[in-house]
């Protein structure tokens, strides 16, 4: 069992920057895609970014492109998703998700463990 703690929500101003974190316990994560998700208020859970934990492979919506950047430490089991250029739109709760068998990325369903949520709200 795979255990996810996000962290580094908020509010910030539109333009700036946040990095959040998402711990995992239980269990190694070489064999695992990580994915980040966001819902907003009456709206779907959308795919953000994801990357394979062994290649390193990552992958964006095309909404984040350029702006948003998801890594990886391997020595802290910890997964994180630097945003940049920060846009009103992009305030939702953000969701950490890990999954063993996942053959699109960008489908939530696809995803076995899910985090708690952080809050990121920027303002206009």
């Known amino acids: 069992q795979v255990q996810l703690v996000e962290s580094g929500g908020g509010l910030v101003q539109a333009g700036g920057s946040l990095r959040l974190s998402c711990a995992a316990s239980?269990?190694?994560?070489?064999?695992?895609?990580m994915g980040w998700f966001r819902q907003a208020p009456g709206k779907e859970r959308d795919f953000v970014a994801a990357?394979?934990?062994?290649?390193?492979?990552?992958y964006y919506a095309d909404s984040v492109k350029g702006r948003f950047t998801i890594s990886r430490d391997n020595a802290k089991n910890t997964v994180y998703l630097q945003m940049n250029s920060l846009k009103p739109e992009d305030t939702a709760v953000y969701y950490c998700?890990?999954?063993?068998?996942?053959?699109?990325?960008?489908?939530?369903?696809?995803?076995?463990?899910w985090g708690q949520g952080t809050q990121v709200t920027v303002s206009s």
């Open positions: 998700a890990a999954g063993t068998v996942v053959t699109f990325v960008g489908n939530p369903g696809g995803y076995n463990h």
């Open positions: 239980g269990r190694t994560l070489n064999t695992y895609t």
């Open positions: 990357i394979k934990w062994r290649s390193g492979n990552s």
